[in-house]
C-alpha cells in the first residue's frame, strides 16, 4: 500500500524555521515528481514547490521563494520541505503529493495522485 507521511509541523514564532519531512512507503518514488502543498482555513488548497526526480525544483512566485527550499533523498524515499523566516501567513496544513512516475510539470493538486494525510505548521505573530 502507498503511503506519504509527512512529519515535523508544529507550532512556531514568526521568523523561525521548520524542516517539515515526507516519508514515502510502499514502492520507491525516485522517479515520481513530488510537491509540497498547503491550505488555510477557509483557503484553497495552493501549490508551494515541486522537486523532480533529478533535483530541478520550481517554488510557488513570491509567497515563498526564498524562503522555502524543497529537496529530495532518493535512497531514503523522502522529501523536505526547509521553511526560513516564517510568517503569521505561512500557517497552513501541508501535504505532501506525488505524481505519477515522468509525469510533466504541473503545480495543479488535481495532478497529483497520491497524498499525504498533512501537517499543522502554526506560526504566531
Known amino acids: 500500500q502507498v503511503q506519504l507521511l509527512e512529519s515535523g509541523g508544529g507550532l512556531v514564532q514568526a521568523g523561525g524555521s521548520l524542516r517539515l519531512s515526507c516519508a514515502a512507503s510502499g514502492r520507491t518514488f525516485s522517479n515520481n515528481p513530488m510537491a509540497w502543498f498547503r491550505q488555510a482555513p477557509g483557503k484553497e488548497r495552493e501549490f508551494v514547490a515541486r522537486i523532480r526526480s533529478s533535483g530541478i525544483t520550481t517554488y510557488a512566485t513570491d509567497s515563498v521563494k526564498g524562503r522555502f527550499t524543497i529537496s529530495r533523498d532518493n535512497a531514503q524515499n523522502t522529501v523536505y520541505l526547509q521553511m526560513n523566516n516564517l510568517k503569521p501567513e505561512d500557517t497552513a496544513v501541508y501535504y505532501c503529493?506525488?505524481?505519477?512516475?515522468?509525469?510533466?510539470?504541473?503545480?495543479?493538486?488535481?495532478?497529483?495522485?497520491?497524498w499525504g494525510q498533512g501537517t499543522q505548521v502554526t506560526v504566531s505573530s
Open positions: 503529493a506525488a505524481q505519477r512516475q515522468f509525469a510533466p510539470y504541473s503545480t495543479t493538486a488535481r495532478d497529483y495522485v497520491y
